[in-house]
């Protein structure tokens, strides 16, 4: 079935650190790719997506390019601040008789220290 | 436009007791899904509805957990008998075809069980 593995955290960096996080994921057919963030107390927000091989989403300074040829969706961004901390998702979309299914990752917490 | 709203934000049961969640989709979406995330973990999808019918149910366990959505628009998820490992944060989303399926969540219901 489809699965999203991602980077295992804590992951722990400076202020105005480089920050890669790196999300690799099975599937068959051709999923879309999403990155979500759970910020503190707050629910799931939808970051950035990538509907197809070689798109490039892009939010908030966040990137994510659409690999099918390592089946990846690394999440980078260049200068991290301290409000980027949060929890941090990958997940596919497939769609399977109908449903559109969401499967996620299982989460990497991110820590920015001033 | 409000967002997806739950209730309530947090519950504390015992084991063997009852509990029902409520939630309140985006006016005008069609799909509403219902997520079990427990601690660390990436979201699960448990049911799946479109209106009031439902798509995808085949991770819901079925003799302790139920959820209906009688008029198409808010949905119930009840728990009966709780067990210890039910205690997660549980999370409703919605979504509508005229946005491309992207699923809005809700700040979620963190359930423990005592």
């Known amino acids: 079935g489809n699965s999203v593995t991602q980077m295992e955290g804590p992951v722990t960096l400076s202020e105005e650190a480089f920050l890669t996080i790196n999300c690799t994921y099975t599937?068959?057919?051709?999923?879309?790719l999403f990155w979500y963030v759970q910020y503190p107390g707050e629910g799931l927000q939808l970051l950035l997506k990538a509907t197809k091989a070689d798109d490039k989403g892009s939010n908030k300074g966040f990137e994510a390019t659409y690999r099918k040829e390592t089946t990846s969706f690394h999440l980078e961004k260049g200068s991290v601040q301290v409000s980027d901390s949060a929890v941090y998702f990958c997940?596919?979309?497939?769609?399977?008789?109908?449903?559109?299914?969401?499967?996620f990752g299982q989460g990497t917490r991110l820590t920015i220290n001033p | 436009e409000a967002g997806v709203a739950q209730s309530p934000r947090y519950k504390i049961i015992e084991k063997r007791q009852s509990v029902a969640f409520w939630c309140n989709p985006i006016?005008?979406?069609?799909?509403l899904y219902w997520y079990q995330q427990i601690l660390g973990q990436g979201p699960k999808l448990l049911i799946q509805f479109q209106n009031n019918g439902v798509v995808d149910d085949s991770q819901l366990p079925k003799d302790r957990f139920s959820a209906e959505r009688l008029k198409g628009v808010d949905s119930t998820l009840k728990i009966q008998p709780a067990k210890l490992e039910d205690s997660a944060v549980y999370l409703c989303?919605?979504?509508?075809?005229?946005?491309?399926?992207?699923?809005?969540f809700g700040p979620g219901t963190r359930l423990t069980v005592t």
């Open positions: 006016s005008g979406h069609a799909t």
């Open positions: 997940a596919l979309r497939s769609s399977i008789q109908g449903a559109q299914k969401l499967v």
């Open positions: 989303a919605s979504s509508s075809q005229r946005d491309n399926y992207e699923q809005y």
């Open positions: 599937a068959t057919g051709y999923p879309s």
